[in-house]
């Protein structure tokens, strides 16, 4: 049936979950009138998640992702771009 063998890269899909989910938080945090940038930025630097939002349960989003992993995740990006 299948004659080659696919490639599977589990942290490439666990980085493509984060973009997705930090998405998903930058939009909760423009519909709200925050400055993602910002907010991300307090979050990352001081762990108090009360700079992100409630609002489409964008802080119980942010707090699933290990913050080490989330910094790199956006390093890797802005680097790729």
Do not use: H, W
Not at 16 to 23: D, G, N, Q, R
Not at 55 to 68: C, G, L, P, V
């Amino acid at each position: 049936m299948f004659e080659k063998t696919t490639l599977f890269n589990i942290d490439e899909i666990g980085d493509a979950l984060i973009e997705t989910t930090l998405m998903e938080i930058c939009d909760a945090l423009r519909e709200k009138g925050y400055d993602p940038t910002n907010q991300l930025v307090g979050y990352i630097l001081s762990n108090d998640a009360s700079y992100i939002t409630n609002f489409k349960k964008a802080r119980e989003k942010i707090q699933s992702i290990d913050r080490e992993k989330l910094l790199e995740v956006i390093v890797r990006s802005y680097l790729e771009d």
